[in-house]
């Protein structure tokens, strides 16, 4: 009865649902009419034909006849009683076996069933909330970030407009509540003021009403805001967001860092503490065939090689690694350690080639804006011809038309390009085209962003050297917001963890707890109990109360806890 009652008055108090029981019972009204009047007609026609019934018979046959029972137990013998029953029958067939479950469905079942829905989505967060995070919207990035969360132990919950679809968002196991963006109701259910980041992650009109409606109530709250344009920045810190996060800017930025072109050099990709990290394509290096012994770059720079990429895979960097041509190698070490290292990459030829960048989008115009900041010449490729002013502003060579063309993509430069970056918003064109333009300069290095996780795999297979993506980078950007740590986004799947020394390990060396060989990921530096962080080397001796700080993906992070505890 408690849940009955609050879905009766839901249905009751809708102006909408008040009308639709209204249709509801004008239909049931002029059924039970129909149905009277054929009751007085059958008596009628009866007498005509010398037979005598109750009025109970005249109901019952009607509704016989009506529902196509026919039972024949009380029939007529005459033709205008059987015309009659005929008319009854096909009016029975229409009103009773086609309408009514119409009306019925239409004006009474479907509203029931969406009351029960709205009853079903909560209303407000937990009193004892604190600590949690807010998300604005349920998209790709949410539904990145909250495992990580329920990893850490951290609350959250997703405002969910619609209480139809947050009741599906709450069948499948996520924290919802249901509200309006605009109403300070809704953060007032959230203990906004508790909260340790909300997250406006809708279009940058919406991100900018949502902060102003938080800011007003809750001034200390830490709002982090997507701006889709990168104009919408300066407002949306108007409007009082605490971090403006132009995801599609800094993904280009991101995807400009790994193009190979001129000479090569090493690009910082996250920090920790005076701890960079930071990582280089092997191919402009002149270390391609050599072990990561062989370098000697721990000698030359005092920089550890802590982790390689190997077509999209992080494989741990042992001494005896080889360093293929299309390696990525990830390092470690102080800003100055790192200047050391790319002196070393100046005496190779690089290639000056203008780099190919195919898409124009907003992606594709902060990748080639972060290249020509490199002082890099780039062409772009794109579809839409109106885009060409803008383009031409920022690249060398502007191509409109289907990179897919043979003709067209040469124009533009494939063939002596040292780099190609894919930019496009579908993931399947880009699969396409890093296929496409492996086949045709088999020594490119390709550069690709894609928006599903699932295919990442599939691209990597397609030919492509790096991959990523607009939900890892924002995945791990609100991460790092929440944890009050630097972004570090070394790739897909990769995180920065940092885990305390387990006991076995305490007084052994590096080395000797053979990490990298028992569960694959890679220790990259070791925080010590004063606050000091140290790179990891392999002699590195660990005490208790040391943390590891380590670079490793889901499965290694779970192969250490199932080793180590």
């Known amino acids: 009865m408690k849940f009955l009652t609050p879905q009766l008055a839901y249905l009751l108090t809708r102006s909408q649902s008040r009308a639709n029981i209204r249709v509801l019972l004008q239909y049931v009204g002029f059924l039970a009419a129909t149905v009277s009047v054929y009751s007085v007609l059958f008596h009628a026609l009866m007498l005509y034909e010398g037979q005598r019934h109750s009025w109970l018979t005249g109901f019952y046959w009607t509704l016989t006849v009506m529902s196509t029972l026919g039972f024949g137990d009380i029939t007529f013998h005459t033709d205008i009683g059987r015309i009659f029953s005929i008319a009854v029958l096909l009016s029975g067939i229409v009103l009773l076996l086609i309408v009514l479950p119409f009306v019925f469905i239409r004006y009474f079942y479907a509203p029931w069933l969406e009351a029960q829905l709205h009853t079903t989505a909560p209303r407000q967060a937990h009193d004892d909330a604190s600590g949690h995070v807010i998300l604005c919207h349920y998209d790709d990035v949410a539904a990145g970030l909250i495992p990580k969360l329920e990893e850490r132990g951290i609350g959250y919950y997703v405002i969910e407009p619609d209480p139809v679809a947050a009741a599906a968002l709450v069948s499948e196991g996520v924290s919802v509540v249901t509200g309006d963006l605009d109403n300070a109701a809704t953060y007032a259910a959230l203990h906004a003021e508790r909260a340790s980041l909300i997250v406006a992650n809708v279009g940058d009109a919406e991100n900018t009403n949502i902060s102003l409606v938080v800011r007003e109530h809750y001034p200390d709250v830490n709002i982090a805001a997507f701006a889709n344009e990168f104009d919408s920045v300066d407002i949306l810190e108007l409007a009082g967001v605490t971090e403006v996060l132009p995801l599609k800017h800094r993904l280009g930025e991101y995807l400009a860092g790994r193009v190979t072109v001129g000479p090569a050099r090493a690009q910082v990709v996250g920090q920790f503490k005076d701890l960079v990290i930071a990582e280089f394509p092997v191919e402009l290096t002149g270390l391609a065939g050599r072990t990561i012994r062989d370098t000697r770059l721990r000698e030359l720079t005092g920089l550890n090689i802590v982790a390689c990429w190997e077509r999209g895979r992080l494989v741990p960097a042992r001494a005896e690694t080889e360093l293929q041509q299309h390696t990525v190698a990830v390092v470690a070490g102080t800003a100055e350690q790192l200047d050391e290292l790319n002196a070393m990459f100046v005496i190779y030829s690089p290639n000056d080639n203008p780099v190919l960048v195919i898409g124009g989008g907003k992606v594709g115009q902060a990748t080639a804006e972060s290249l020509r900041r490199r002082e890099v010449s780039v062409s772009i490729i794109d579809r839409n011809a109106d885009l060409r002013p803008v383009l031409s502003e920022i690249a060398d060579n502007v191509v409109v038309g289907d990179a897919s063309a043979h003709s067209l993509i040469m124009k533009a430069g494939l063939e002596d390009a040292p780099s190609v970056v894919l930019t496009t918003n579908d993931d399947a064109m880009n699969i396409f085209l890093a296929v496409y333009c492996r086949r045709l300069n088999p020594d490119i290095h390709i550069v690709s962003r894609i928006n599903h996780e699932r295919n990442f795999d ?39 963890v940092i885990e305390p020394v387990p006991a076995v390990l305490v007084g052994k060396r590096i080395r000797d707890g053979h990490l990298a060989a028992t569960t694959g990921l890679n220790v990259i530096a070791v925080q010590h109990a004063n606050g000091s962080v140290d790179p990891a ?29």
């Open 458 to 496: 599939a691209i990597h297979r397609a030919g492509a050297d790096s991959v990523l993506s607009y939900t890892t980078l924002g995945v791990t950007s609100l991460l790092a917001l929440v944890l009050g740590t630097e972004a570090t986004f070394v790739g897909e799947g990769a995180d920065l």
């Open 537 to 565: 080397a392999a002699d590195t001796q660990l005490v208790s109360g040391d943390e590891l700080v380590m670079l490793c993906n889901a499965e290694q992070r779970e192969a250490f806890q199932q080793a180590f505890g």
